[in-house]
């Protein structure tokens, strides 16, 4: 099956600093979104961006699906905004399944 | 409001017992699926619907069984020969056909005491 890979799996900032999140994947996904899973366990939806580039406020993601990777960009960090955040693809066709990667841990600190 | 309601938020569970994770919707979509979550790991898929009366084995279908018999609802029970059921389990949906985005409930913390 496809294989997802995220880093870094741990990162740790303060407060104002802006970071990047990489996702790599193993074959083409017709589907790629971006979660940011809160400290109650439930997964937010941040994008669904199977190509290009959006943004929303603070955050902002490209994937550029011929070279099998997205990045999501958080800007002037807040410590609401740590958290596990995961990456997860779908091939599309017949199977509507997403396969998660294990995600990046971001710790904002005051 | 739109969205998908699991219940109870957490479950206790005493060894050699089944028990069933409920997960609705209200978003009209045809797919679901079970995931499970284990402390600092991502998550994996356990079962799948795509459609009414029809659902297939994730990646670790072994001691859990699902149904799916109406469009809103697909509850997931963990059987008693599940070897380790403690975890985290998320229930998701979505539309399952152009847009694949899915959406998640709140999701059951189910302890085995």
């Known amino acids: 099956g496809i294989q997802v890979e995220q880093s870094p799996p741990d990162l740790i900032l303060q407060e104002g600093a802006n970071s990047t999140l990489r996702c790599n994947f193993s074959?083409?996904?017709?589907?790629l979104q971006w979660f940011h899973q809160n400290p109650w366990g439930q997964l937010i939806n941040l994008f669904y961006?199977?190509?290009g580039t959006k943004q929303n406020g603070r955050l902002s993601a490209t994937t550029v699906a011929t070279e099998r990777y997205s990045l999501l960009y958080i800007s002037s960090s807040q410590t609401t905004d740590s958290g596990v955040y995961f990456c997860a693809v779908n091939r599309g066709g017949s199977n509507y399944k997403l396969t998660f990667g294990k995600g990046t841990l971001l710790t904002v600190n005051p | 409001d739109g969205g998908i309601t699991q219940s109870p938020k957490y479950l206790f569970r005493k060894e050699g017992q089944n028990v069933t994770l409920s997960c609705e919707q209200n978003l009209n979509h045809d797919a679901m699926y079970w995931y499970r979550q284990d402390p600092g790991q991502g998550l994996r898929l356990i079962y799948y619907s795509q459609i009414v009366n029809d659902f297939q084995k994730g990646d670790i279908a072994e001691g859990y069984s699902v149904s799916r018999e109406k469009k809103e609802s697909f509850p997931l029970t963990v059987t008693s020969a599940q070897k380790n059921p403690t975890a985290f389990y998320l229930c998701a949906s979505s539309t399952g056909i152009v847009n694949t985005e899915a959406f998640f409930g709140q999701g059951t913390r189910l302890t085995v005491v």
């Open positions: 961006i199977p190509s």
């Open positions: 074959d083409s996904v017709n589907n």
